[in-house]
């Protein structure tokens, strides 16, 4: 089993920024993959940005170059910092953790961004 704290989201305007954490412990085994995902009522959650432990990144077209995501050096934190957010960012933020074909969840963060 894997657990996952998720800190950081929030309110900000638009064109601010903000930073998300999360935190895996557990039977953590390599390779895996740390990422986050948003979700909007009524819509599929999303992959926002996904980080493997080679360093391998992928992004939401629509985030890249306003979004970063990392990893520290244990591999057991992810960050996921937001620049230049608008509104339509406006979600609820979930870390995932993926190792051998299972997906592990946090339980979610909002993150809103006003206009």
């Known amino acids: 089993q894997v657990q996952l704290v998720e800190s950081g989201g929030g309110l900000v305007q638009a064109g601010g920024s903000l930073s998300l954490s999360c935190a895996a412990s557990g039977n953590i085994v390599r390779p895996n993959y740390m990422g986050w995902y948003r979700q909007v009522p009524g819509k599929q959650r999303e992959m926002v940005a996904q980080?493997?432990?080679?360093?391998?990144?992928n992004y939401l077209d629509s985030v890249k170059g306003r979004f970063t995501i990392s990893r520290d050096d244990a591999e057991t934190t992810v960050y996921l910092q937001m620049n230049s957010l608008n509104p339509e960012d406006t979600a609820v933020y979930y870390c995932?953790?993926?190792?051998?074909?299972?997906?592990?969840w946090g339980q979610g963060t909002q993150v809103t961004v006003s206009s």
């Open positions: 995932k953790f993926r190792q051998v074909g299972l997906d592990y």
């Open positions: 980080i493997s432990t080679s360093k391998n990144i």
